[in-house]
């Protein structure tokens, strides 16, 4: 099992093949399972759901969990989180997150306002409100949640291609971070399937930590690896079969 100590450690450091596609006001969703790996282990998974609302908007939820232990018992953290991106642009209009274990019911939720993000965090009873500039090529990339990196992606311009500077509004902080992303090739990704083509790209969490995230040819995460984290997550759809 993971040792709690480093799973603690990432969340505070870091916290089939189907698309949908839209025929007059009704959508066809998405669905797809992630499974986390940490130091080689599975550790935890994400199921992402996504839908069309009436007016276009994109609507992204996850159920998430992690097992951690401390070498005495096994512990599972659970989480939810709702997205809600404008049509055709991927703008961020709100997000909201929730834990499902512990007594707490802690939360927060995200909203924006013409050029300003607000978080309302609620923890252990109490409630605190950060507001922050709403950058242009503001984005929320937040711990341990996995399918977001579908919606950096795309943003990157590849037709410029070369380093693309992002802004990573981090909830829990309630403050933004330099992400960057780079083009660095194609490749095929074996498994038991055949071999699923990929497109990969450098991701840098500017001053902290660099890693590779891959994406099918519709765009869709495939795999992110995080070496600094030991981490890697994999769609379930293209999971070799010994892992």
């Given at each position: ?24 006001d009704e959508?066809?969703?998405?669905s ?10 599975r ?39 709702r ?22 019911g ?16 609620h ?46 509004f ?25 071999n ?14 660099n ?6 040819p ?17 769609r ?8």
């Amino acid at each position: 099992m993971i040792p709690m100590r480093k799973i603690i450690l990432f969340i505070l450091a870091f916290c089939g093949l189907t698309g949908y596609v839209i025929a007059g006001d009704e959508a066809i969703a998405y669905s797809q399972t992630y499974v986390i790996f940490l130091d080689g282990s599975r550790a935890g998974k994400e199921i992402v759901t996504e839908k069309i609302e009436p007016n276009g908007d994109l609507v992204a939820e996850t159920e998430n969990e992690i097992y951690v232990t401390d070498g005495l018992e096994t512990k599972r953290m659970a989480y939810a989180t709702r997205m809600v991106l404008k049509k055709k642009s991927f703008k961020i209009k709100s997000y909201d997150y929730r834990y499902l274990t512990g007594s707490t019911g802690d939360s927060y939720e995200v909203t924006i306002d013409g050029d300003e993000i607000t978080r309302t965090l609620h923890r252990g009873g109490e409630t605190s409100v950060v507001t922050a500039t709403f950058k242009p090529d503001t984005v929320i990339l937040d711990f341990n949640v996995y399918h977001q990196y579908d919606y950096l992606v795309r943003k990157y311009d590849s037709q410029v291609k070369g380093r693309q500077l992002y802004s990573d509004f981090i909830p829990v902080i309630g403050n933004h971070i330099a992400v960057a992303l780079t083009y660095i090739g194609e490749s095929n990704l074996p498994y038991s399937g055949g071999n699923l083509p990929i497109t990969n790209y450098r991701i840098e969490f500017v001053g902290l930590r660099n890693g590779t995230i891959s994406v099918d040819p519709d765009g869709r995460l495939v795999r992110v690896v995080i070496p600094d984290q030991d981490l890697e997550v994999i769609r379930e759809d293209v999971l070799p079969a010994n892992r």
